[in-house]
């Protein structure tokens, strides 16, 4: 091969190196929601939101709670930012709860946290702060349990809230979350 065949063959190489790494780029910022198909942001979920592919990656090992004994002390406070998803009728009343939480999505951000993301419905006339109790499981044993303080949702909002769970290489196949109070 001549010298100016290697130029163009390393010089296309190049082309389509970069070409392959700006889409990874493009796909790589955001998280879908698996439930909702809601998509995440970065300053949201972080840019490590790929899913690693290898059999041995954490993401995909199978959850044996019995070789698992780690629990995080305590209750994790947290104060999220939340996303207004839309604006729903003001049906509170004596059938209709003032507040409403969807069941939580579970996801690993590899190499960071595990993702759970609720969803927050005020159904009153007026601004409630809702708090929420999230509890990470493995095989029906307690994790991690986080307290969620919701940013006010005005009249008819309903609020998409990001809610981080233990390290992703604490294993967890489980959240669970109520409603404590929407004072």
């Not at 305590?74 to 930012?81: C, D, Y």
């Not at 059938?95 to 579970?106: F, G, H, R």
């Not at 927050?120 to 994790?143: K, P």
Request: proline letters at 9%; a negative charge.
């Amino acid at each position: 091969m001549n010298s100016a065949t290697k130029l163009v063959t390393s010089t296309l190489g190049a082309i389509l190196a970069l070409g392959a790494v700006g889409a990874l780029a493009q796909d790589l910022p955001q998280l879908r929601d698996s439930r909702t198909g809601k998509v995440w942001t970065p300053e949201i979920v972080n840019e490590e939101a790929s899913v690693p592919t290898s059999p041995n990656a954490y993401v995909n090992r199978a959850f044996d709670p019995l070789t698992q004994n780690v629990v995080v002390e305590g209750v994790v406070v947290q104060h999220p930012r939340a996303n207004l998803m839309g604006i729903v009728p003001i049906t509170a009343g004596p059938s209709v709860p003032i507040a409403v939480l969807d069941a939580p999505s579970l996801q690993v951000i590899p190499g960071r946290h595990w993702l759970s993301i609720v969803y927050v419905t005020n159904n009153s006339g007026a601004t409630i702060e809702a708090v929420v109790g999230c509890h990470f499981t493995n095989g029906g044993q307690r994790v991690e349990e986080t307290r969620v303080v919701i940013p006010p949702a005005g009249p008819g909002e309903r609020l998409g809230v990001p809610v981080r769970g233990p390290r992703y290489d604490i294993f967890v196949d489980r959240v669970t979350c109520e409603l404590m109070s929407p004072a």
